[in-house]
Nanobody, 115 residues
Framework: QVQLVESGGGLVQAGGSLRLSCAAS??????MGWYRQTPEKQRELVAS???????TYADSVKGRFTISRDNAKNTVFLQMNSLKPEDTAVYLC???????????WGQGTQVTVSS
């Protein structure tokens, strides 16, 4: 069983920055990532990173967001810069077991960007 603890969401003005973190405990972790969801849109992948540091990003956040991880602490970070109102969403941490590939979800953290 994996437990995820997220932190770092909040309210920020357009153009500002926020840093999200998600710490996983209980198992050996493989791919880690962040998704976001709003009432109007389906859940979408924002960014992901594997244990070797290979990353993927949604086109909408490329050049503004940076995902990183600390393997020793099973923690993933999402640095969000130049935030836009359309980035407003609940951001959910997602991790997969390194060997099982089973997905685990965090409880979500609200990010609100005001114009």
């Amino acid at each position: 069983q994996v437990q995820l603890v997220e932190s770092g969401g909040g309210l920020v003005q357009a153009g500002g920055s926020l840093r999200l973190s998600c710490a996983a405990s209980g198992s050996v972790i493989g791919v880690m990532g962040w998704y976001r969801q709003t009432p109007e849109k389906q859940r979408e992948l924002v960014a992901s990173i594997n244990r070797d540091g290979m990353t993927t990003y949604a086109d909408s956040v490329k050049g503004r967001f940076t995902i990183s991880r600390d393997n020793a602490k099973n923690t993933v970070f999402l640095q969000m810069n130049s935030l836009k109102p359309e980035d407003t969403a609940v951001y959910l941490c997602n991790v997969r077991g390194r060997f099982s590939n089973f997905p685990y979800w965090g409880q979500g953290t609200q990010v609100t960007v005001s114009s």
